[in-house]
């Protein structure tokens, strides 16, 4: 295939135009696949890492001012992970426009780390192409669902983790998570979990999988504990 519709097609599948192509080349070039080491992209895929981290932890340190460092440090560390990079760059497609040697284009299949590097070395690319507003809109779109998720999780998390330290202080024991029922078909199941904190049965809750269940019961017991509305009612 031409070069310059190669490029193009990958760009339409990315959804950024690029300047100058020849940047999205090299950032697409692994060192296997490159005449020089210069035309790979190694030193994009530093930049690139960078560019991730700067725009997740200001994104995160601007739109959770009571968000602690601890908790920032957490969810910035998981969506620029390489499992997160990796997971990202198939779901674009990246992986259909990587420029390899010929011993890796003969493999069934490339190691991950291969398309992480690829989807750091795009970031930097974009960043060197359109500065940083461009890198930054086509991170937090392209990352939207990985934040999202990733936040869902902390605040989850915190809700169990806060449970546990208020049983102990209050009860001097644990809580206990109580499978009350399971509701639909294999595919779209609910579950229906109680928190029990001794003797007591605290307001449950639905949820989409098991640890979902738990994690708002865990939150709705916070809420009981504390004389404030529950927030998912017991409902299916």
């Not at 135009?17 to 020849?22: E, G, I, K, V, Y």
């Not at 294999?186 to 738990?214: M, N, Q």
Request: proline share 4%.
């Amino acid at each position: 295939m031409d070069l310059a519709v190669f490029l193009a097609n990958c760009q339409n599948k990315i959804g950024y135009t690029f300047n100058d192509p020849t940047i999205l080349r090299t950032a697409l070039t692994h060192s296997s696949g490159a005449d020089v080491p210069e035309l790979s992209n190694e030193r994009m895929e530093f930049l690139g890492d960078s560019v991730l981290g700067h725009v997740i932890c200001e994104y995160l340190f601007r739109k959770f001012p009571k968000m602690l460092e601890g908790e920032m440090t957490k969810i910035k560390s998981a969506v620029v992970s390489r499992i997160t990079c990796h997971k990202i760059a198939l779901e674009i497609g990246l992986d259909k426009f990587l420029i390899v040697g010929r011993g890796l284009s003969r493999v069934s299949r490339l190691p991950n780390s291969i398309f992480a590097n690829a989807m750091e070395s795009l970031i930097a690319a974009i960043f060197l192409d359109g500065g940083l507003e461009a890198a930054r809109e086509f991170i937090l779109k392209t990352f939207h669902n990985e934040i999202i998720k990733m936040i869902a999780d902390s605040n989850a998390n915190n809700f169990k983790s806060t449970l546990q330290h208020h049983s102990q202080k209050l009860f001097g024991c644990t809580p206990e998570y109580i499978l009350l029922e399971i509701k639909g078909p294999e595919h779209f199941k609910s579950f229906h979990v109680s928190v029990r904190i001794g003797k007591k049965i605290f307001p449950s809750a639905w949820g989409s999988t098991k640890k979902e269940a738990e994690q708002r019961a865990a939150e709705n017991t916070l809420a009981a504990l504390q004389n404030e509305p529950i927030p998912y009612l017991d409902t299916f």
